[in-house]
Antibody, heavy 118, light 110 residues
Framework: QVQLVQSGAEVKKPGASVKVSCKAS????????ISWVRQAPGQGLEWMGWISAYNGNTNYAQKLQGRVTMTTDTSTSTAYMELRSLRSDDTAVYYC???????????WGQGTLVTVSS | QSALTQPRSVSGSPGQSVTISCTGTSSDVGGYNYVSWYQQHPGKAPKLMIY???KRPSGVPDRFSGSKSGNTASLTISGLQAEDEADYYC????????FGIGGGTKLTVL
């Protein structure tokens, strides 16, 4: 069965960078794109961007353009999301997700809490 | 990509039906039949409840149904149960592998 397992919680200082990983299993990694979605404490879900695991093409949310980079490593079936120039309002749980059924998110990682604090 | 508009909260008594709306634009909800709905309990990852406007994944009760008219999609939960109390989010494909997500609706079962 499809599983997405994310890396552990991170604490970062303002201005630093963070890189979250999402290791996929249970399917052919290059068959589906992976999206990243974040959720600030007590807030709603925010779509951050999408990467094709087939060819590495990406699309990012406009508000994060220039600060976010999504990559994949097909040799290890792992997707990565790097966010730079961290601010306090980047504090959130970050999820990776993929859609097997359609253009949606059937499967979600367990989430990675990133805390940005001085 | 703009956020879709949902009511902040809805409520209903056990056994009743509630409907949650999700309003977008012709560039997302109105332009594609790729609206999905997610249920999220506190501290948990979201769970897919409806996809492609009205399809239910395996294992989701048929009490959950979805529809769309123009730029507005809706999620209806009939026969409300206590375990349905959660946050619900709509999501729409917006072209070129971009997505918009609604602000979320808190469902309270009275």
């Amino acid at each position: 069965q499809v599983q997405l397992v994310q890396s552990g919680a991170e604490v970062k200082k303002p201005g630093a960078s963070v890189k979250v990983s999402c290791k996929a299993s249970g399917y052919t990694f290059t068959s589906y794109g992976i999206s990243w979605v974040r959720q600030a404490p007590g807030q709603g879900l925010e779509w951050m961007g999408w990467i094709s695991a087939y060819n590495g093409n990406t699309n990012y949310a406009q508000k994060l353009q220039g600060r976010v980079t999504m990559t994949t490593d097909t040799s290890t079936s792992t997707a990565y999301m790097e966010l730079r120039s961290l601010r306090s309002d980047d504090t959130a749980v970050y999820y990776c997700a993929l859609g097997e059924l359609s253009l949606n998110f059937d499967y979600w990682g367990q989430g990675t809490l990133v805390t940005v604090s001085s | 990509q703009s956020a879709l508009t949902q009511p902040r909260s809805v409520s209903g008594s056990p056994g009743q039906s509630v409907t949650i709306s999700c309003t977008g634009t012709s560039s997302d909800v109105g332009g594609y039949n790729y609206v999905s709905w997610y249920q999220q309990h506190p501290g948990k990852a979201p769970k897919l409840m409806i996809y492609d406007v009205s399809k239910r994944p395996s294992g989701v009760p048929d009490r959950f149904s979805g529809s769309k008219s123009g730029n507005t999609a809706s999620l209806t939960i009939s026969g409300l149960q206590a375990e349905d109390e959660a946050d619900y989010y709509c999501c729409s494909y917006a072209g070129s592998y971009t997505f918009g997500i609604g602000g979320g609706t808190k469902l309270t079962v009275l």
